[in-house]
Nanobody
Framework: VQLQASGGGLVQSGGSLRLSCAASGSIFSINTMDWYRQAPGKQRELVAGIVSAGSTNYADSVKGRFTISRENAKNTVYLQMNNLKPEDTAVHYC??????????????WGQGTLVTVSS
């Protein structure tokens, strides 16, 4: 399984970006796709997640500003980021995971895409 993330870039504070992550390979249909980010000198943190049925969850710091969505037919997850702030500057990673047999977690990471927000 491979994940290809794209959409990062440089944007001014208050601007918007849309990240995409396309997965390819042998993928179990019931899965979760997440976006994480890692700022310099900080630990990687969960930004948002979405399960194949559509339920979503968000970090408190991005609620009301970011929207995660997915196209199951394309195995693609998106992260629409609005009202970006300098503290959103980080490398953003996508993750695809599911519970394999016999109950073993399966997880794949994309290569990361850099989001830089200038003040």
């Amino acid at each position: 399984v491979q994940l290809q993330a794209s959409g990062g870039g440089l944007v001014q504070s208050g601007g918007s970006l849309r990240l995409s992550c396309a997965a390819s390979g042998s993928i179990f249909s019931i899965n979760t796709m997440d976006w994480y980010r890692q700022a310099p000198g900080k630990q990687r943190e969960l930004v948002a997640g979405i399960v194949s049925a559509g339920s979503t969850n968000y970090a408190d710091s991005v609620k009301g500003r970011f929207t995660i969505s997915r196209e199951n037919a394309k195995n693609t997850v998106y992260l629409q980021m609005n009202n970006l702030k300098p503290e959103d500057t980080a490398v953003h990673y996508c993750n695809l995971r599911w519970l394999g047999l016999p109950g073993t977690p399966v997880s794949y990471w994309g290569q990361g895409t850099l989001v830089t927000v200038s003040s």
